[in-house]
Structures are given as C-alpha cells and as structure tokens.
C-alpha cells in the first residue's frame, strides 16, 4: 500500500468516526438533563445504509501517521543548506550541509547512481579525493569504485546500511577501475569481487592479492580514519601476514565485507553534535580471542529465531532534534 493511499484511508477512517460522533451527540441528550417531549413525525422512507468505511488495520494507521525516517530521507534529492555538520551517531543521525563526490575523476568512479548515495561531509570527499591516487598508486590499479556514501541529508537508508547516516561513512570496492568509463546501466550491473571463500572461514586464493593488502593499508594509514571493517576471513589473512604492523588496529572484522572496505572517518571539527566511536582495542586485533567469535556457527551458520520480532523502524523521534530542522530546510543550490 503507497504512502499516500494509506493517508487516505486513515483520513477517511478518522473522518467517519468523527461523523458518527457527531451523530450521536446530537441524538442522546447530555447526562442529567430531560429529553424533550416527543413529538409526532413522519417517519422517513427507508434508504439503503451507508457502508461503513473500512478500518485500515494498526500498521497501516501507524505508517500514515508517523513514516519512518528512512522513508522521509530517502526522498530528498539535495543537500540542505547551513554549514556542513555531521549530527548524531553513525547509525543514527543526519547530515546538514552535505556535498557531493563527483561520479567520475581521474582515479575513481562512483557504482549505483540510481541510489543517490554519493553525498558526505565535505571531510568525507576531501578523503576520497586524496586516497583515490593514493590507493592507485601503492596497487597499481586505474583507480577505485566508490560505493555507498550517505544520502543527500545522511539519515536512516531503505536499505543496505544501518549506518552510512552522517556522512562520515564509505563503502569502497575490491575491485579495480577499469580503464574505461563505466556506463550507468555497467555501474548497476557490475558486482564487486568476493575474496572469500564458500566456507566463509578463508580468503578465496583467486580473487585476493598483494594488491588488495596495499589497498587496505593505504585507507587505515589515513590519520582521518576511524576504522576499516572488513570481513573476518580477510582480517584473519592480514593478521598472518602483517600482525604487528600500526595499522592494523584499526582494521576490523564485521558481518559481511566480502566485497568492499567500509571506510569510517572520525567526527570532524565544526560538528559539535556528533558523537565519537569508542576508539578501538588496543593491539593489531590478531590475537586468537578476538577472532575466534567470527568462526563460530553462532556467526557462520546462524539460526533463525523460534519468535522473531520485528526490526525497529527509525522515525524522527529516535533521531537528534536537529534532524527535523535539517529534513525541512531548503535546499542547497549549485556549488
């Protein structure tokens, strides 16, 4: 059911019931006062009764009265105006003021146009900007594919991330760039590499390289950079090969990441509201404790609940007051 159907029908539902309200009111006389005497009248010609209208059931009536943020963000095409601030937490925020990584430069070139997801903090940009040639160079790759970065105005996404809510987050392909300019329908089409094998416990040794190793290095050497979460298989390979080495405390395991490096920058200056990341562990994270839950059946092979609930749907009361005022402004024109 669309959006606007449902308003409709909770109008009409709300409408009704105030109609039969009404009805009533005027037909029952108030408590503690005497009806008026009766008086003798025609009765009227029977008509047929109306039908009821129909009570849209409580999900649809929730929906049209509060839509979930995801919903109200994902609409908005342009960034609004104001100075450029991330507000809130990663996977609960938004972004004021955000800016738009260009689809094609010289070393990079943005996958899923369709998505409009290549907005970020003006930080966010400036990292890709400088990393793109860096990452090129030390891979001897044409450049990267950029992913997902953040909405126009950050905020909760339809799909794909809980993160990636103020701007401050990018998804980078294990893919090189190719020497080409890639068309929209090949940026929609094209499925970045998985280095990890069937059984989710190794890096697949046909598709990982040398290359994919100076690639990592390059984002968490970034002083900028507050992680880089990569699946556990590719983590346990680096931690064969470069245990030890500075850089690794800041490459961690997390769900998925087969394909992609998930590049977290640190809260900016200027961005008052949003809110830090505990820093990470101490140490490479090689030590056998903090890999060993990534290789379980818990994580691996998980089961579904017997009474699963539903996922908490975000709506503009779980999100930072400032993020109303950021949905509703206008927008930013042309830089």
């Given at each position: 059911m669309t959006m606007r159907r449902a308003h409709r029908?909770?109008?009409?539902?709300?409408?009704?019931?105030?109609?039969?309200?009404?009805?009533?009111?005027?037909?029952?006389?108030?408590?503690?006062?005497?009806?008026?005497?009766?008086?003798?009248?025609?009765?009227?010609?029977?008509?047929?009764?109306?039908?009821?209208?129909?009570?849209?059931?409580?999900?649809?009536?929730?929906?049209?009265?509060?839509p979930p943020a995801s919903y109200l963000f994902s609409h908005v095409a342009l960034p609004s105006v104001g100075k450029a601030m991330a507000i809130g937490y990663y996977p609960r925020g938004c972004l004021q003021g955000g800016v738009e990584l260009p689809t094609d430069g010289l070393t990079w070139q943005v996958m899923r146009l369709s998505r409009n997801r290549n907005w970020g903090h003006p930080e966010l940009v400036k990292f890709l900007e400088r990393f793109a040639p860096s990452a090129a160079k030390a891979t001897g790759w044409h450049g990267i594919l950029v992913g997902d970065m953040a909405q126009p105005r950050g905020g909760p996404l339809p799909f794909g991330h809980l993160s990636h809510q103020i701007g401050l987050d990018v998804d980078i392909w294990f893919m090189p760039m190719p020497d080409h300019t890639l068309s929209k329908e090949e940026r929609e089409t094209i499925s970045a590499s998985n280095l990890v094998s069937d059984d989710w416990k190794h890096v697949n040794p046909k598709t990982w390289s040398t290359a994919d190793i100076a690639f990592i290095r390059t984002a968490a050497e970034q002083p900028e950079v507050e992680r880089v979460l990569v699946n556990a298989a590719i983590k346990q390979e680096l931690c064969r090969t470069q245990a030890g080495k500075s850089w690794m405390s800041k490459v961690r395991p997390w769900y998925g990441h087969n394909d992609h490096?998930?590049?977290?920058?640190?809260?900016?200056?200027?961005?008052?509201?949003?809110?830090?990341?505990?820093?990470?562990?101490?140490?490479?994270?090689?030590?056998?404790?903090?890999?060993?839950?990534?290789?379980?059946?818990?994580?691996?092979?998980?089961?579904?609940?017997k009474h699963p609930k539903p996922p908490h749907v975000l709506t503009m009361a779980d999100l930072p007051a400032a993020c109303k005022a950021v949905l509703a402004a206008p927008a930013k024109g042309p830089q």
């Open positions: 029908l909770a109008f009409g539902y709300l409408l009704a019931a105030t109609f039969a309200f009404g009805a009533q009111a005027q037909t029952t006389p108030p408590s503690g006062s005497t009806a008026p005497a009766a008086t003798s009248v025609a009765p009227a010609p029977p008509t047929a009764a109306p039908l009821p209208t129909p009570r849209p059931d409580d999900k649809t009536l929730k929906a049209a009265a509060i490096i998930h590049v977290r920058l640190k809260c900016p200056p200027g961005s008052p509201s949003c809110r830090k990341q505990p820093p990470v562990p101490g140490g490479d994270g090689c030590a056998a404790k903090d890999l060993a839950y990534w290789f379980t059946d818990r994580v691996l092979h998980p089961k579904p609940p």
